[in-house]
């Protein structure tokens, strides 16, 4: 394995972001392609992470620059997990606003992974655009 390089994501990413989010399960990215596409080419930060070629994770973010950084998403593909490279794209995200807090939404199956790494839960509600 090649050093692993996060550089900042390009339009011609995408397909291979939604090859991970499909592979994820993540099929509401998916299924709304045009959707997804947009909202990464207007993110800051959006970050990628390679292999050598190969795009094996990503960081999805917004910010105010002064207060919070939201993680919209945060995915690393699985057979490259508990390499520490979720946490170094979200280092290298909040570096970019070292004054922000960091707040994400977590899947129950992500929640262990968060707490070991200090993060608390916080309490908020969701509405998709179509309930509006």
């Not at 592979?23 to 909202?39: A, D, I, P, Q, Y």
């Not at 993680?71 to 794209?89: D, H, M, N, P, T």
């Not at 606003?97 to 916080?122: L, V």
Request: charged share 25%; proline share 2%.
């Amino acid at each position: 394995m090649e050093a692993i390089e996060v550089r900042s994501f390009q339009e011609n990413d995408f397909q291979t972001v939604q090859q991970l989010n499909e592979e994820e399960g993540w099929s509401n990215l998916v299924e709304k392609n045009e959707e997804t596409l947009c909202s990464w080419l207007n993110s800051e930060p959006a970050l990628i992470a390679l292999d050598g070629n190969e795009v094996i994770g990503y960081l999805r973010g917004l910010t105010d620059g002064a207060t919070t950084l939201y993680v919209c998403e945060l995915l690393v593909k699985e057979s490259y997990r508990k390499q520490g490279i979720a946490e170094r794209l979200v280092r290298l995200a909040h570096e970019c606003y070292p004054s922000t807090r960091i707040e994400m939404i977590a899947t129950q199956q992500s929640q262990g992974y968060y707490e070991s790494r200090g993060y608390r839960a916080f309490y908020g509600f969701r509405k998709a655009s179509e309930e509006m």
